[in-house]
């Protein structure tokens, strides 16, 4: 497995491997958002955390169809398959190496990005928290959705239409405790609730990933 | 350490392509299967290599003993011959890829990224990883595509040492890699006689 890991990682941060895209991406949204709403800087703070959010799912989602294709299309997944790996370890170590390499970067990211839009102080803290117990469930769910489109031409597309709606509880808790740090509310339950989320694809979606998996390679 | 196949029945895309296939393949021993494009050669491998299941029949073989080699190589473009190697080394629990690189005179291309390889390279890096699983059953499709001749005597010499050691070989082949222990199974006489699926859910499988 450890095995895997590191080969995953280091074939993102090889020539082609799209380490970086995900946070060009991140911060070419997050620094669109001030042309298009105007420069009022009251406005901006306002919808500071929402916009972070929103950059941060967008940006994770961009990298989502390399999990499974690439490795289907040179026939290692096949290769995988038949290896002594259960199919349940190969998607949480995918989706392990997935966040390593888009999530945990959006995270260091956002504090910075958010002095563009104009964060309150008080709200980098939650920002950070939420986004780091939050992009983790992003991967996963990407996981599960790159395992069920897996084998499709131009899978992509279809595979942002079905993820997307799988994100909402997600973006709605992160966004909640960012906003209500940003205000200086109280942010523990909406953080429980996004670690609650967080929690429970990790424990459920490895196997429904597999699953789909081993249909899709038949 | 046997693979027994038994009365197996197998499906391709909804649709049987054989049944009633049964064979043997004890340690040592080769077995080549033979018969037309589309027979269902690559379905039965893969199906014994358990990427599909079998719609009717029994595969017995102790688990932990089969590796599969597919058309596609598996290989990263980015990594080099030896990370490639090493990668599939490790999965498998195997150390050293000291003998597999030189069974298939790979070490001048150690540092070469795989997607600089010719075909004929790749394929050579592709059967190398059988080399490092450890496995003693080998399913190989098609394992002599795009290999020159000194290539293929250069696989049929691991195949005989594999044979030598134990180990057992069942591989779709056209060509003949001069065996001694090599039986020929022709799927011909399989081939399914109605394409017609007893259960209409077997359509969506």
Known sequence: MTALLLRD?????????????GLAFFLIVVVLVPFGVGPQSELLSRIAAGTLWIGALLACLLSLDRIFALDWEDGSLDLLATAPLPMEAIAAVKALAHWLTTGLPLVFAAPVLAILLNLPPAGYGPLVLSLLLGTPALSMIGTFGAALTVGLKRGGLLLSLLVLPLYVPTLIFGAEAARRGMDGFDTTTPMLMLAGITCGTIALLPFAAAAVLRVNLR | MTLSVHNLSITRGGIRVLEQVSFVLAAGEALVLRGPNGIGKTTLLRTIAGLQPPLDGEISVAPDTLVYAGHADGLKSTLTVEENLSFWAQIFGQGDIAPAMDSFDLGALRTRPAGLLSAGQKRRLGLARLLVTGRAIWILDEPTVSLDTRAVEMFAQVIRTHLGQGGATLMATHIDLGLDQANTLDLTPFRASANQLDDFDEAFL
């Open chain 1, 9 to 21: 990682l280091r074939l993102a941060i090889r020539a082609g491997g799209g380490f970086g895209l």
